[in-house]
T-cell receptor, first 120, second 112 residues
Framework: GAVVSQHPSRVICKSGTSVKIECRSL??????MFWYRQFPKKSLMLMAT?????????EQGVEKDKFLINHASLTLSTLTVTSAHPEDSSFYIC????????????????FGPGTRLTVT | GQQVMQIPQYQHVQEGEDFTTYCNSS?????IQWYKQRPGGHPVFLIQ?????EVKKQKRLTFQFGEAKKNSSLHITATQTTDVGTYFC????????????FGTGTRLLVSP
């Protein structure tokens, strides 16, 4: 149990286009989802916290108009990178937090496999 | 803002040797978690420590939370090639608030 998927796993896009990344909790409901960005051989940097049905909370320095987050249901959150530039190339990882319901450990976050974005 | 540093950044050991990574937070933590990320993979939860001075063991892995709840360590006894990966600590400041701040990570390479 507690599987999180991301789609696509890899995407290459041209500069100026937009890319949508989906994060799904497959076998549990996620009250909160987190979006991270990871550069090669670096740590995970939290970009935003997404709660179902409400606006995402962005970390300092993250442009909310550039990284659009939608948490439409308890099992799906999307991150759209708008007007992508080469410097947006990175590994984007989501994690899902099940909360106190569902019988899962209440403190554990479950990570998706990540999406590698390359902007040319 | 809150910073979580880990040392060393990288360690290369021979199989059978021990390994330790240290995690230090600039602020007092409510709890701390440890994750392992294999090359090309995503972080996988290992453990959470909550209490001051807490020590937990998972087979060859020993996790410790400092008395001041600002530092933590992960010790691996008799490393194996399957231990290869990057180990991250992740701290949470406030009880009940789910945001994690990840440490800088320690990359472990184990040679047979």
């Amino acid at each position: 149990g507690a599987v999180v998927s991301q789609h696509p796993s890899r995407v290459i896009c041209k500069s100026g286009t937009s890319v949508k990344i989906e994060c799904r909790s497959l076998d549990f409901q996620a009250t909160t989802m987190f979006w991270y960005r990871q550069f090669p051989k670096k740590s995970l940097m939290l970009m935003a916290t997404s709660n179902e049905g409400s606006k995402a909370t962005y970390e300092q320095g993250v442009e909310k108009d550039k990284f659009l987050i939608n948490h439409a249901s308890l099992t799906l959150s999307t991150l759209t990178v708008t007007s992508a530039h080469p410097e947006d190339s990175s590994f984007y990882i989501c994690s899902a937090y099940p909360g106190l319901a569902g019988g899962l450990p209440p403190y554990e976050q479950y990570f998706g496999p990540g999406t590698r974005l390359t902007v040319t | 803002g809150q910073q979580v540093m880990q040392i060393p950044q990288y360690q290369h050991v021979q199989e059978g040797e021990d390994f330790t990574t240290y995690c230090n937070s600039s602020t007092t933590l409510s709890n701390i978690q440890w994750y392992k990320q294999r090359p090309g993979g995503h972080p996988v939860f290992l453990i959470q420590l909550v209490k001051s001075g807490e020590v937990k063991k998972q087979k060859r892995l020993t996790f410790q939370f400092g008395e001041a709840k600002k530092n933590s360590s992960l010790h691996i006894t008799a490393t194996q090639t399957t231990d290869v990966g990057t180990y991250f600590c992740a701290g949470r400041r406030y009880t009940g608030f789910q945001k994690l701040v990840f440490g800088t990570g320690t990359r472990l390479l184990v040679s047979p």
